[in-house]
């Protein structure tokens, strides 16, 4: 099973990007997606995810901190975009998507991380 994450790059602020999360290896259709990011000398911490329920489907949920910014979709079972705009230097991490089937709090597999550099 793997997750290959995308899409990273360097843009300035008040730019966009889009990182995709594919997986493969199994069907993640019932699966929490999310991502996480890290930055240099902090912890790593939830930035987006989408959890899903028989009745209502998929359920986005965000942090904070990128709420109005960020937007993410699960485009099918396996993948799972995050639109970013309005991006800020603060922004400024490697982004890891994660697929977990205990909402998410706890998640079974990571990605590789992709680098997000938002210059000022």
């Known amino acids: 099973v793997q997750l290959q994450a995308s899409g990273g790059g360097l843009v300035q602020a008040g730019g966009s990007l889009r990182l995709s999360c594919v997986g493969s290896?199994?069907?993640?259709?019932?699966?929490?997606m999310g991502w996480f990011r890290q930055a240099p000398g902090k912890e790593r911490e939830f930035v987006s995810g989408t959890t899903w329920s028989a009745g209502n489907g998929y359920y986005a949920h965000y942090a904070d901190s990128v709420k109005g910014r960020f937007t993410i979709s699960r485009t099918n079972a396996n993948s799972v975009l995050l639109q970013m705009s309005s991006l800020k230097p603060e922004d400024t991490a490697v982004y890891y998507c994660?697929?977990?089937?205990?909402?998410?709090?706890?998640?079974?597999?990571w990605g590789q991380g992709t680098l997000v550099t938002v210059s000022s």
């Open positions: 290896g199994r069907t993640f259709s019932s699966y929490a």
């Open positions: 994660a697929a977990g089937t205990r909402g998410l709090t706890d998640f079974d597999y």
